[in-house]
């Protein structure tokens, strides 16, 4: 009885499932096609069960016998795909007949004969297939280049034999999808071609210039990108391009030509939000004042602006240190996608004008709020932690960490703030416990790795021990500055101050940072270049005079 009621539930849910032919519908009252039916959503079921318990074999035989039964074409489609999936040719054969007989011009089925051909090495029938994928309208070029991307390699051969058949494109977009697949085969000849193409059947297309651009970027030739790129002509380009341009402009060390082509033409949050993010790398504060002046204009005569203009204002007020009109535009905004982020940059501006407590209050409102984004709960406390370290009461800051743990339980970000908050307080067993639980989590992290060895070679004598967490790191990524700078600093540590030099040489030329140089000021006065070792920590002082491993080098310099 129960078997029976199974069965029958299990009909009643595939019934709903899978619509009926017409012929279907209309014959639906006599028992011959009650039985025709039945004998087709028992295998459907059979399938459906085998697909949940991950036996695709199974399933495929199952949708193919259905499929067979039954004139519905969305089945039998599902049947050919299935079948593919199991990688059972005869199942896909069987299935794909069926699919084309119902519907004899789908472009899915077409798709699908690429699909094997290309399996199969095909390549003249893959040739065929793909041509009149590509001579279709959107939807077949879209079938076509998706088949393309899922072949990886195999399919490089076919797309080269395309270009060589003289194959005719309808659109650049075409061509620039083969190109971009053949590059990421590293297939730098069908790249060529491709681009050859481009430039013989759209000369002057934006589109095939701008892959010109990153094709040569990708290459390695800044120059030949450079002179692409600007004889593009860019008055006539859409937002989108324009955004584009810019962003390679930017790439080829060309920031301000970047921040140029943003302010032509059509203006949105997009190109302002660019151009006043290119304006500020390039500190150019008199101009990012016109930018906010320009912002502001409408505003002043009563025209509302949106949240995102509005957080843009409060981002370039707050970069040109008008820190009353940042709070102002932050507590404009209402939409909790900017919103969020906005009361956590309130708390900061609130630091910087001297109100720790209100920063503090603002933060425990956010801690308290029942946002639906963790993340922003989960900063407002690795924000409260930094200002009141930032305000030296690290105590205070350890307990938010604290608090903040009991909410978001092992949270990595978390566990690292109150690692370094406990080695600041010298609880140098508590802060390796929490390095240490993040390593277990994580063992091939190679900042963890990094942190925990560190933390051992400065701050312990268990020097062998910190040195293969830092090699292992290192290993792992070798041209990270702050590995370099531990391992070079657990050699010093070690005495060998000759193998130290090396790292933290590199480390200081990948990235200046006032801890480097006092490493590497250390191990040259170890090694006796007193001069070389001033002249280092003098340059660190510069950038962050109140560091603790810095203050500690300068004392060597006292008489």
């Known amino acids: 009885m129960k078997r029976r009621a199974f069965y029958l539930l299990g009909f009643l849910i595939v019934a709903t499932a899978v619509p009926l032919s017409g012929a279907e519908r209309d014959s639906a009252s006599s028992e011959n096609s009650a039985d025709r039916l039945e004998e087709m959503l028992l295998p459907m079921l059979q399938g459906e069960f085998a697909l949940q318990e991950g036996d695709s074999v199974t399933a495929a035989a199952a949708y193919v016998d259905a499929a067979e039964r039954s004139t519905d074409v969305g089945l039998a489609e599902r049947a050919t795909r299935i079948a593919l999936l199991a990688e059972q040719p005869g199942l896909v054969e069987r299935a794909l007949r069926r699919w084309q007989q119902l519907q004899p011009d789908a472009l899915g089925a077409r798709q699908i004969e690429l699909v094997l051909a290309i399996r199969d090495h095909r390549t003249s029938a893959a040739v065929h297939q793909l041509g009149v994928l590509l001579e279709g309208d959107k939807t077949a070029q879209s079938l076509a280049i998706q088949a393309l991307a899922d072949a990886g390699e195999n399919a490089v051969p076919v797309m080269q034999q395309l270009l060589q058949e003289d194959f005719v494109p309808t659109s650049v977009d075409i061509l620039v999808a083969i190109g971009a697949l053949a590059s990421q085969s590293k297939a730098d000849a069908l790249v060529d071609s491709t681009l050859r193409l481009a430039a013989q059947r759209f000369p002057g297309d934006a589109k095939a210039i701008l892959w010109r651009v990153e094709v040569l970027q990708l290459k390695g030739d800044q120059a030949a990108a450079l002179e692409t790129l600007s004889g593009l002509p860019t008055q006539n380009l859409s937002l989108t391009q324009r955004l584009r341009v810019a962003a390679l402009f930017d790439?080829?060390?060309?920031?301000?030509?970047?921040?140029?082509?943003?302010?032509?033409?059509?203006?949105?949050?997009?190109?302002?939000?660019?151009?006043?993010?290119?304006?500020?790398?390039?500190?150019?504060?008199?101009?990012?004042?016109?930018?906010?002046?320009?912002?502001?204009?409408?505003?002043?005569?009563?025209?509302?602006?949106?949240?995102?203009?509005?957080?843009?204002?409060?981002?370039?007020?707050?970069?040109?240190?008008?820190?009353?009109?940042?709070?102002?535009?932050?507590?404009?905004?209402?939409?909790?996608?900017?919103?969020?982020?906005?009361?956590?940059?309130?708390?900061?501006?609130?630091?910087?004008?001297?109100?720790?407590?209100?920063?503090?209050?603002?933060?425990?409102?956010?801690?308290?709020?029942?946002?639906?984004?963790?993340?922003?709960?989960?900063?407002?406390?690795?924000?409260?932690?930094?200002?009141?370290?930032?305000?030296?009461?690290?105590?205070?800051?350890?307990?938010?960490?604290?608090?903040?743990?009991?909410?978001?339980?092992?949270?990595?970000?978390?566990?690292?703030?109150?690692?370094?908050?406990?080695?600041?307080?010298?609880?140098?067993?508590?802060?390796?416990?929490?390095?240490?639980?993040?390593?277990?989590?994580?063992?091939?992290?190679?900042?963890?790795?990094?942190?925990?060895?560190?933390?051992?070679?400065?701050?312990?004598?268990?020097?062998?021990?910190?040195?293969?967490?830092?090699?292992?790191?290192?290993t792992l990524s070798p041209e990270s500055a702050a590995i370099m700078d531990s391992m070079g600093w657990v050699l010093h540590r070690q005495g060998l101050h000759d193998q130290a030099l090396p790292y933290l040489q590199r480390a200081w030329a990948a990235q200046k940072d006032a801890e480097v140089a006092a490493h590497l000021g250390d191990v040259l006065w170890a090694l006796g270049r007193a001069e070389e070792a001033r002249e280092v920590w003098l340059q660190g002082e510069t950038l962050d005079p109140a560091n603790r491993a810095l203050k500690r080098s300068l004392q060597k310099l006292q008489p």
């Open 251 to 474: 790439g080829l060390g060309e920031t301000a030509r970047a921040a140029a082509v943003l302010a032509e033409g059509e203006q949105s949050n997009a190109t302002y939000a660019g151009r006043a993010a290119y304006l500020a790398r390039l500190e150019q504060k008199t101009q990012l004042r016109a930018l906010y002046a320009e912002l502001t204009a409408p505003i002043n005569t009563g025209k509302k602006p949106d949240d995102d203009r509005r957080f843009l204002l409060a981002q370039i007020a707050e970069y040109l240190e008008e820190n009353d009109d940042a709070l102002i535009w932050y507590r404009a905004i209402v939409s909790p996608v900017r919103g969020e982020p906005a009361r956590l940059r309130i708390a900061v501006l609130l630091d910087r004008q001297g109100r720790l407590d209100d920063a503090i209050s603002e933060l425990r409102e956010i801690q308290s709020s029942a946002s639906d984004h963790g993340e922003w709960l989960r900063d407002a406390y690795l924000l409260e932690a930094e200002i009141l370290l930032r305000n030296q009461r690290a105590e205070h800051a350890l307990e938010t960490y604290r608090r903040g743990l009991t909410v978001f339980e092992d949270d990595p970000a978390l566990l690292y703030g109150r690692a370094l908050c406990h080695e600041r307080l010298d609880q140098i067993d508590a802060a390796l416990r929490d390095l240490k639980a993040l390593l277990d989590a994580d063992p091939d992290n190679p900042d963890t790795l990094n942190s925990y060895g560190y933390t051992l070679a400065d701050r312990t004598d268990r020097l062998d021990e910190a040195r293969r967490y830092i090699e292992q790191a290192l």
